[in-house]
């Protein structure tokens, strides 16, 4: 079975396992069900998954929490769903790494163009939580450095300065990607979204600053904690540091 038609939907309501499970079978995808965040890890250690859909309230061990975890393992890109909808859980779950969030009830139409993105995005991009061998980079890779940091555009990886592997979604290398080739430049929040998400831009435009807010943190090393993007009011954001290939 194709891992990148795999998915895992994470809900207590057995109908909406049944029906979204259904309808995204139907469009060529192989879906496993949970009915709480145990059930999903028993289904997690059983083999792999491309994108887990996993709800907020669940019995038991809630989906934030689920999620938490989830980015400390350097699980599946994740998108949340929640019968609350507000904006403090969508930020919430955004700024702890999920790739989406959509409100219930939704329309099973609408996420199948959700997961598609995510998993467009997410394509050949895999998480890195540790260096190549002997940490070194590969010399034919296309490397970039700034205030003691080196990001490695072909594999994906990012270095803090003590040489520490910095893993990052999809969404965050993107991001970083995009100010790392246009520096001390004063970049729109749309043009962040042509650089780093070209035609997937209109359903994400609303987690960019969100994004941005999880990379700072991301960024942040030492007792100084210099802040790398800064905040340009009323236009947009500047990456500060000058960028050098290495």
């Not at 998954?49 to 038991?60: K, Q």
């Amino acid at each position: 079975m194709n891992l990148s038609t795999r998915l895992l939907i994470v809900d207590d309501d057995a109908g909406i396992r049944e029906l979204v499970s259904s309808f995204l079978e139907k469009h060529g995808f192989h879906v496993d069900t949970a009915g709480d965040v145990r059930e999903m890890r028993a289904k997690l250690e059983q083999g792999g998954y491309a994108l887990i859909v996993l709800d907020v309230m669940l019995p038991g061990e809630d989906g934030l929490s689920a999620l938490r975890a989830l980015q400390k393992s350097g699980g599946p890109p994740v998108i949340m769903l929640s019968a609350v909808g507000s904006d403090i859980d969508r930020i919430v779950g955004l700024e702890i790494g999920a790739e989406d969030y959509l409100a219930k009830p939704c329309n099973p139409r609408e996420l199948l163009a959700r997961i598609r993105t995510v998993l467009r995005r997410s394509a050949g991009a895999p998480q890195v939580s540790a260096p190549p061998e002997g940490g070194k980079v590969d010399e034919d890779s296309e490397v970039l450095k700034f205030s003691g940091w080196r990001i490695d555009l072909r594999s994906r990886v990012l270095y803090d300065p003590a040489n520490a592997v910095v893993t990052l979604s999809d969404g965050e290398f993107r991001l970083l990607r995009a100010f790392t080739q246009h520096p001390r430049r004063v970049l729109t929040r749309d043009q962040l979204l042509d650089y780093a998400l070209g035609s997937d831009k209109d359903t994400y435009d609303r987690a960019i600053d969100v994004q941005i807010s999880r990379l700072r943190r991301k960024l942040a090393f030492g007792e100084e904690r210099a802040d790398l993007i800064r905040t340009v009011r009323n236009e947009g954001y500047m990456f500060v540091p000058a960028v050098a290939r290495a």
